[in-house]
């Protein structure tokens, strides 16, 4: 405990050494504008900011990006509040009662609301990183290939299954990404996979330029598709959070806090999830469920508590196995790496301060959150006025530049052009992105660890199902393909519920 | 603190992405992925074993891709199926987000979202890496600005077309000015 707490403490006087207060303010504030503006997602943000980064020193680097991170989904709310559009898809949810609470004249309570449930979820989620990430850490250095490739694979059937409403369709997106990651060399025999003799394809597509494109180019075109719609105007009262708001909900806070951790922490789940899931555990627990959806300060409370809650969350799995649980943490995790660190098991054996660093970078953001969701109200109006004509080629440009600058190659553009188109239409055809993103990012440890494994074995695939951690993986993800088949969620409910309905019959008795 | 807020124009950018397509759309979908399925595993069974170099030929290449390409010919085999039991064979394709929509509406979307694709392949694909950057950047923010806002009519339009000029000559300047100087980032 003492050792946890003195690496802390290190945690802070590293991240805040030179201009990091200066970093963290600009960041966390290009994070709320990111946020706020319609079509503008956190994954977006952090994903530019990455190569606006990448010259940094990489604690400043991460401090920029984990503040544009945290921001992005606070920011989100704004809009959700004062124009019923979410700002990122994460804030959908704070439509539902924030702007309600708007049309009622109370936009200022509304925001005081989202920013005290955004902060306290974001403080829960990051003392769950500190407590649980070093202990799951330890834990899964027990981890060998056959449990890293079911990890993987639980990674996308998890996403596929819970992230866009259609199993069939994550499952198909998740596949995807997963090829993505196969095309250009291989590490076995350097062999160009895909590549059609073209070098540029034997490099392999950026997993940058493909996230740009996929929610950048394609967000710029979905914004520009329909036509302009004119939101209602609102007048803004005291945007001071109130104490008693906060302490009349604890138990909606300490909930929402728990679940959007725990959904954060599930791999390519993410921050709309969370926020869904927390809004309607707290209108099954709350004595005014009536009042949700006509302005709850409940309902929103549980909204942003569980949304901002989940950004700590989903860096757990980040940092303890490598494997991202939302699309921004993807991201974030792959600008780690660009940085030169390990995420994954190693990380606690190799640089154990580095968990206790991020949760510094995180209590920092959320504190510069906390400053800004007093002060800065005008000013994002101001943002919020500017017409999406002006601001989405602005947009595009950014994304050229963030895909060109890693590696300074025109090729990556490209790819960042193509994978917006593409990523577009599926979009259109509802494939959900998160899975796709965690394909991205999960392939290559899928590959190495399946071929790592059968050679370990010698081919034979036993020891996929037989090790204790591979079979209750594997059985996990068997389980979830299974429930997302809907006659057998349909009989396995039948049965789940006749056997509870004799349970509760036999208990009189 | 009490202030009050304008009526911004906004779009909302997320409406209607869990309305379901139509079966018809779904259908051409798993068609196409069936084919790019079907092709991903194809390539990967052409690709080389190595056996000579491994003995075994466990890290053949091709195993990870074929079984990628494998699930995807599969589960898209699924998607079709599902989509012609709900009617995706049938006239019309059965009902979808874009069912309602008068046809004008329908026209203007697409054709705001063709010139939107246009205008970014033609910077992106083509300007970027010809043009000097902040010219190919400046051109593009204008053509995007002025031309999506010259539907707006003709009242206000030389102020609006200075103002794009503005815009682009701004962002072009800035853009350098941020990445190149300030944070050291190298541009096209």
């Keep these: 405990m003492l050792d946890a707490l003195g690496m802390l403490g290190a945690g802070f006087a590293h991240v805040m050494q030179g201009g990091a207060a200066f970093h963290a303010l600009w960041a966390t504030l290009v994070g709320i504008v990111v946020g706020a503006l319609p079509g503008l997602t956190a994954t977006m943000g952090v994903a530019l900011l990455t190569t606006l980064t990448f010259s940094m020193d990489h604690s400043v680097a991460l401090l920029v990006l984990v503040c544009v991170y945290v921001g992005a989904i606070y920011g989100g709310s704004r809009s959700a509040i004062l124009l019923n559009i979410p700002g990122t898809p994460a804030s959908a949810a704070s439509t539902l009662d924030g702007y309600p609470l708007a049309r009622q004249g109370l936009a200022g309570r509304a925001m005081g609301i989202s920013t005290s449930g955004s902060w306290l979820g974001t403080l829960f989620g990051t003392l769950c990183l500190a407590l649980f990430a070093p202990v799951i850490g330890e834990y899964a250095l027990e981890f060998q290939s056959y449990e890293m490739f079911w990890v993987a694979m639980f990674g996308i059937v998890i996403a596929g299954s819970l992230a866009g409403g259609d199993p069939l369709k ?126 709850s300060i409940e309902g929103l ?59 510094a970078m995180l209590i920092v953001a959320d504190m510069v959150k906390l400053f800004y969701g007093l002060l800065l109200v005008r000013p994002l109006l101001w943002v919020l006025l500017i017409p999406r004509e002006r601001l989405m080629p602005v947009v595009l440009v950014l994304c050229t530049v963030g895909s060109y600058a890693i590696t300074s190659r025109l090729f990556d553009v490209w790819v960042m052009l193509g994978a917006g188109l593409v990523g577009f239409v599926l979009r259109e055809l509802r494939f959900p992105m998160a899975p796709l993103v965690l394909g991205i990012v999960l392939g290559d440890l899928l590959d190495k660890n399946l071929l790592r494994g059968l050679v370990l074995s010698g081919g034979d695939v036993t020891p996929f199902f037989t090790r204790p951690i591979s079979a209750v993986l594997a059985a996990l993800v068997a389980l979830m393909f299974l429930m997302s088949i809907p006659p057998v969620n349909a009989w396995v409910s039948r049965r789940m519920r006749g056997a509870l309905g004799a349970l509760l019959r036999r208990r009189p008795a | 603190m009490s202030e009050s807020g304008e009526a911004p124009e906004t779009h909302p950018p997320f409406a209607g992405e869990r309305a379901p397509v139509s079966p018809r759309a779904d259908l051409i979908a798993a068609a196409v992925l069936l084919a790019f399925g079907l092709g991903v595993l194809g390539l990967a069974l052409r690709m080389p074993t190595f056996v000579e170099q491994s003995g075994t030929g466990l890290t053949a290449p091709g195993i990870v891709p074929g079984f990628h390409g494998t699930v995807i010919a599969v589960l898209s085999l699924l998607l079709g199926l599902r989509a012609v039991r709900r009617g995706g064979l ?51 923010v204008f053509a995007f600005t002025a031309g999506f806002e010259w539907t707006l009519g003709r009242a206000g339009r030389p102020r ?29």
């Design chain 2, 90 to 140: 049938r006239g019309g394709g059965g009902s979808g987000a874009a069912a309602g929509v008068p046809a004008a509406t329908k026209r203007e979307d697409a054709l705001r979202l063709f010139v939107a694709a246009a205008l970014g392949t033609l910077y992106a694909g083509f300007l970027v890496g010809r043009l000097p950057f902040w010219l190919a950047t400046a051109l593009f």
């Design chain 1, 301 to 359: 409370m549980a909204a942003e508590t569980g949304e901002s809650a989940c950004v700590p969350g989903a860096i757990i799995p980040v940092l303890t196995l490598a494997v991202p649980g939302s699309a921004p943490a993807a991201v974030l995790m792959a600008a780690m790496m660009i940085h030169g660190l390990n995420p994954g098991p190693m990380l606690a054996i190799q640089t154990p301060e580095f968990i206790y660093q991020i949760v």
């Design chain 1, 170 to 295: 994550g499952y198909i997106a998740g596949f995807l990404g997963l090829w993505v990651a196969t095309v250009g060399q291989e590490a076995n025999h350097a062999y160009a996979r895909f590549a059609f003799g073209s070098t540029d394809l034997a490099g392999g597509l950026g997993l940058l330029p493909v996230l740009v494109g996929v929610f950048g180019v394609a967000e710029v075109l979905s914004a520009m598709r329909g036509p302009a719609v004119r939101a209602v105007s609102s007048r803004i009262d005291s945007v001071i959070p109130r104490i008693r708001d906060v302490l009349r909900y604890w138990r909606t806070v300490l909930r929402s806090g728990a679940i959007g951790t725990f959904i954060g922490a599930m791999p390519g789940l993410g921050e709309d999830i969370a926020a869904w899931t927390s809004y309607a555990a707290a209108k099954r627990g709350s004595r005014e469920a009536e009042r949700f959806g006509k302005g």
């Design chain 2, 160 to 188: 609006r077309l200075i103002e794009a000029a503005a815009l682009a000559l701004g962002t072009g300047w800035a853009v350098q000015l941020v990445f190149e100087d300030l944070f050291l980032v190298r541009l096209p």
